[in-house]
């Protein structure tokens, strides 16, 4: 599996970016993409994730400002993150766990994108 992110970039507080996550390869049955950010002296976090039945998890920080959506024939994902805070600075990868664990990332990592914010 692999995956292919884009988006991302330098943005003022208050603004939008949206993050796309494509998968190729072979993907058998349920699983769950998402996104983990890793800002600078910090420890990579979750974001946000999905499952291929639809049900999203947020992390409480960016619950009301961030959606996850995916389209399951494209095997895609996307973050669209609104109301950007200079703390949303982080670099964004993307992740892909077969099942439907949502607690933890699985072994396929997209490569990370920048998101600067500044304020």
């Known amino acids: 599996v692999q995956l292919q992110a884009s988006g991302g970039g330098l943005v003022q507080a208050g603004g939008s970016l949206r993050l796309s996550c494509a998968a190729s390869g072979i993907i058998f049955g349920s699983n769950v993409m998402g996104w983990y950010r890793q800002a600078p002296g910090k420890q990579r976090e979750l974001v946000a994730v999905i499952t291929s039945a639809g049900t999203a998890n947020y992390a409480d920080s960016v619950k009301g400002r961030f959606t996850i959506s995916r389209d399951n024939a494209e095997n895609t994902v996307y973050l669209q993150m609104n109301s950007l805070k200079p703390e949303d600075t982080a670099v964004y990868s993307c992740?892909?766990?077969?099942?439907?664990?949502?607690?933890?990332?699985?072994?396929?990592w997209g490569q990370g994108t920048q998101v600067t914010v500044s304020s």
């Open positions: 992740n892909l766990r077969p099942g439907v664990v949502v607690t933890m990332p699985g072994p396929f």
